[in-house]
């Protein structure tokens, strides 16, 4: 149903390495959203964005970093992964209406 | 300090039995949404309610809204083994422009 594609699925990588997880929506939302989630845990809003050039922090704290250069591309970065960086990361969009669609969101496992 | 609390937060019947979740948040708002999330997966939108709205249907689900009691409710009627997952509610307050504050959701298992 929803045109928001987050990749990759399932990375695996070595402490310390820089990583960007991949957003794209083709709905033309102006608003995009990245959440951190822990497992059977709720979603904490960690970055986003009204529009180009517009990024914001969420309520929970992020090493991360996020940019909005284009409407439908919302890439959220981590210079050097840590171990305590391992979560779910799902992203989203939403237009007028307030409703939100997610992505598959990317499962990270920081060894 | 969170917005949204559900209860329970896990609830486990047989097929056919309805299922309620309920949730309650602390400030006002512009609307509640409820969003279901299958193991691993992203979240998908089940239904929005406004402030102005008491209640609202979709198929199988009914949601109502309290907003003097701050607290809402979703009801899944004649459950299936396929509706087995988390469902989260999340509201929109009041002046924060369309950002999400999710609970933390409610575990339903439908047993065949």
């Known amino acids: 149903e929803a045109d928001i594609y987050q990749t990759p699925r399932y990375l695996v990588i070595g402490t310390g390495k820089k990583i960007t997880l991949e957003c794209s929506q083709t709905?033309?939302?102006?608003?995009m959203y990245w959440y951190q989630q822990d497992p059977g845990m709720e979603l904490h809003l960690i970055h986003y964005s009204y529009g180009v050039n517009s990024t914001e922090k969420g309520d929970l704290s992020s090493e991360s970093t996020v940019s909005r250069i284009r409407t439908e591309h919302f890439p959220l970065t981590l210079e050097s992964a840590r171990p305590s960086h391992t979560s779910q990361y799902l992203c989203a969009s939403s237009g007028e209406t307030g409703r939100q669609y997610f992505g598959a969101g990317t499962r990270l496992s920081v060894l | 300090s969170q917005q949204g609390e559900e209860d329970p937060q896990a609830l486990s019947i047989q097929e056919g039995e309805n299922a309620t979740m309920n949730c309650s948040y602390k400030t006002s708002i512009n609307n509640l949404q409820w969003y279901r999330q299958n193991s691993g997966r992203g979240l998908v939108h089940l239904i929005l309610?406004?402030?102005?709205?008491r209640e609202k249907h979709s198929g199988r689900l009914r949601v109502t809204l309290d907003t003097s009691k701050k607290s809402s409710s979703l009801l899944i009627t004649a459950s299936r083994a396929a509706d087995t997952a988390s469902y989260f509610c999340?509201?929109?307050?009041?002046?924060?422009?369309?950002?999400?504050?999710f609970g933390q959701g409610t575990t339903l298992q439908v047993k065949p």
């Open positions: 709905m033309g939302h102006d608003k």
């Open positions: 999340a509201t929109d307050a009041t002046g924060n422009t369309g950002k999400l504050i």
């Open positions: 309610i406004r402030s102005n709205e």
